[in-house]
């Protein structure tokens, strides 16, 4: 075998993992250490759970030679973000006693608790399992949480193609009963017959899989930056059907010219519902073949795409769908953005949407935000909708409840923080990083508000107070927060130091391009006051400041 052929070590854990099985009852028991084996490190990231170390700890434990603080991550399968207010109840309480306490909104429109030690894994998944939640198939290579447009104000058919994401995520679940087993003392299946799996089988995806749908034209859910994305064609407020994109991912790796960042080609069109399931299970079954299993850098959708052609990709996936997509239809997309504040719908059903910056939900002195969500949830009055830049929707409010909710998110503080934030702070988003993140090199949520406070000036300055300029920052490369599809956006090289791009639109359709390396904050600051300087006298009325660094060339495209 080849160099290249040589399969990666998780294509050997996957397939001897006896269908997600592994060792994971037996690392559970091992009371010797809060780690678990490593091959089963891997194996439980398919269960929705990553096992992480306090890294603001590592060296002082390494000092008194004692083991990492070892904690797990856990995420929740929330296809389109939506939660009943019963269940934020639970998930408050569930973060309280077995996690950090902090509920963390994620870029993919879900939740994630940190800090479980080794032994409350379990009593955590089952108390969620009680509110009828679960986290099967949220980490690992395989069909990720499946995002769908946020606010169902914005569209009078928002909840039929809600219903298609919880759809999609139902048809590429793993078949494997793994998850119930273990976590949940389902009896073993006895019929192994069961848990056959012919989309997975027992290698699964080359790499991790996601999806998301788009209502135009708002793409608040970044349909571009996934592997497989649908953009709904609405016409007089019927769905027509979707076109499908194919082959969006951002990360890189520093220092590896082989990877990169792309955007998803749109490849057709489909109109039923069964022929847009269909193509979707087949565009993974091409990946499931045809991806590169031998390097996990460069085994995405995106690189398959390239690798084979778009041209082939479509002609394949027309074959084993047996019918031929239709062309594209005309969609446009505007904006990219959370619409703050109160809305009401079509039907009279009101909606607030409330900054959570970088979705953390935890009390402060100053924002008793955790507090006053758990008032809210118990009213019973409001669902939770998280949206893919990590905020929140209280939403499907009867009017009659509007005066309470309103109330309780006064009281608190809340509508006060959301409405007095800079439109800079609302349209910016960092990822997790330190201290749980094992491969942020810089900080990002930690980090990033503080920055914004000190840009904040920079804009008034030059009267740009409300230009919602979309800003993003990661601790490395791998892009969590979609940096790279952002107006501006820092990547982590170093501890205190950032990649800076500039040039991506503010609608999510171009990707940004780096114009300065490995920049610490002063610089930071110093260079975009310039740029800023520049921007606000020359600026054509209703240009970007992303469209502004192309005219400018201050980043240049082929
Ligand atoms: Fe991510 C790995 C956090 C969205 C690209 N991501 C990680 C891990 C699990 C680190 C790890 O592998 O051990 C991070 C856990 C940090 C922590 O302590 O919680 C992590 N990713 C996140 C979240 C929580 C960021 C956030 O602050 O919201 C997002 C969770 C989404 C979810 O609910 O499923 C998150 N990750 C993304 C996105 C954005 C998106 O999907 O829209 C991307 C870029 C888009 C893409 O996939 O191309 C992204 N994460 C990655 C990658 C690079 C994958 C690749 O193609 O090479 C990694 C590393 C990996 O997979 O090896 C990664
Ligand atoms: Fe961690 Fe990097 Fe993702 Fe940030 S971008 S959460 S540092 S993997």
Known sequence: MSKQEKLSVIERIKTESKGLRGSIVE???????????????????????????????????????????????????????????????????IAGEHSTGVIKITSRQTVQLHGLIKSHIKPTIQAFNEANLNSIATCGDINRNVLCSSHPGESPIHEQIFRYAEKISDLLLPKTNAYYEIWLDEEKLVDKKEEEDPLYQDRYLPRKFKIAIAIPPNNDVDVYANDLGLIAVIEDDVLKGFNIAIGGGLATTHGNPETYARLATIIGFTDTEEKTLSAIYEVLTIQRDYGNRSDRKLSRLKYTVDKVGVAWFKEELERRIGFSLEEARPVKMTSRVDHFGWKQNAAGKWYYTLLVENGRILDTETLPLKTALHEVAKTGKANFRFTCTQNLILSDIEE?????????????GITKHTENSSALRKNSMACVALPTCPLALAEAQRYFPELI??????????????????????????????????????????????????????????????????????????VLDKLFQIYS?????????????????????D
């Open 27 to 93: 690392s559970l028991q091992d009371e010797l250490t809060g780690s678990i084996r490593e091959d089963d490190q891997a194996v439980i990231k398919f269960h929705g759970m990553y096992q992480q170390d306090d890294r603001d700890r590592r060296e002082e434990r390494a000092e008194k030679k004692l083991d990492r603080l070892y904690s797990f991550m856990i995420r929740l399968r929330l296809a389109g973000g939506f939660l009943t207010p019963a269940q934020w109840v639970a998930t408050h309480h």
């Open 400 to 412: 009659a409840d509007k005066k309470a909710i309103e109330q309780i998110l006064d009281v608190h």
């Open 453 to 526: 406070t000190k840009l904040e000036p920079i804009l008034s300055k030059y009267g740009l107070d409300d230009d919602g300029i979309v800003i993003r920052m990661t601790g490395c490369p791998n892009g969590c927060a979609r940096s790279y599809a952002a107006e501006i956006g820092f990547i982590g090289t170093a501890p205190g130091k950032y990649n800076l791009h500039i040039g991506g639109d503010r609608q999510g359709e171009r990707l940004n391009k780096i114009y300065r390396e490995s920049l610490e904050e002063p610089q930071i600051l110093q």
């Open 537 to 557: 006298k020359e600026k054509i009325t209703g240009e970007t400041f992303g469209d502004f660094s192309v005219r400018k060339e201050w980043v240049v495209y």
